[in-house]
């Protein structure tokens, strides 16, 4: 099975700050065929489900704001958000999907300081 | 708008058995893949299970291998997860997820609100 680690555990930022969270694998994430790394991020928000930020490691989801962005290849994947606000308050997974079982990494806890 | 409603959850024995159901709407089910994703009280999110758009492939994490079985039925647009053999660390939030694509290998771009497990006795 892959493993997902992160890092930090958890984070606090001023507002208007940059947060910066690493991602990384066990085994390559990046697919010769498609040229594409199998990496996700999602947001989890007290109370809510997870949401889907960024997928193919770099492409931002639908709606999703642009100071959100992803990047990296292979094993080393990081989500950076270029400044962070109030309600960027919320706990942020990774999770392969270039191999079952799809396994997320335990998540990094952003909060304002 | 996608919409997934999960049910079934409930407060079970261990070594009791039970199945969940999400109800899928606003999407044509049978062109994507679906997963379980569950996530114990103050823990981080474990994938579970998943299934291609056509139900004939199917993944499972080695946590519930053997006794979780995930199925869906498209005319009916609805995914299950049936429990069988169920532990105390199978207490959980437990969310229907949508594929973005056919198989497992693509992101979970819908959620539901979740429905709750809870194996005590």
């Known amino acids: 099975d892959i493993v997902m680690t992160q890092s930090p555990d958890s984070l606090a930022v001023s507002l208007g700050e940059r947060a910066t969270i690493n991602c990384k694998s066990s085994?390559?994430?990046?697919?010769?065929?498609?040229?594409?790394?199998?990496l996700g991020w999602y947001q989890q928000k007290p109370g809510q489900p997870p949401k889907l930020l960024m997928y193919?490691?770099?492409t931002r989801e639908s709606g999703v704001p642009d100071r959100f962005s992803g990047s990296g290849s292979g094993t080393d994947f990081t989500l950076t958000i270029s400044s962070l606000q109030a309600e960027d308050v919320a706990v942020y997974y990774c999770?392969?999907?270039?191999?079952?079982?799809?396994?997320f990494g335990p998540g990094t806890k952003v909060d304002i300081k | 708008e996608v919409q997934l409603l999960e049910s079934g959850g409930d407060l079970v024995q261990p070594g009791g058995s039970l199945r969940l159901s999400c109800a899928a709407s606003?999407?044509?089910?049978?062109?994507?893949?679906m997963s379980w994703v569950r996530q114990a009280p103050g823990r981080g999110l474990e994938w579970v299970s998943g299934i291609s758009n056509s139900g004939d492939t199917t993944y499972d994490a080695d946590s519930v291998k053997g006794r979780f079985t995930i199925s869906r039925d498209n005319s009916r647009n609805t995914l299950y997860l049936q429990m069988n053999s169920l532990r105390a660390e199978d207490t959980a939030v437990y969310y229907c997820?949508?594929?973005?694509?056919?198989?497992?290998?693509?992101?979970?771009?819908?959620w539901g609100q979740g429905t709750l497990v809870t194996v005590s006795s």
């Open positions: 999770q392969q999907y270039y191999s079952s079982p799809f396994t």
């Open positions: 606003g999407f044509t089910l049978n062109r994507y893949a």
């Open positions: 193919w490691a770099s």
């Open positions: 085994q390559n994430l990046l697919f010769r065929s498609t040229n594409k790394n199998y």
């Open positions: 997820a949508k594929g973005d694509g056919t198989t497992g290998y693509y992101p979970l771009d819908y």
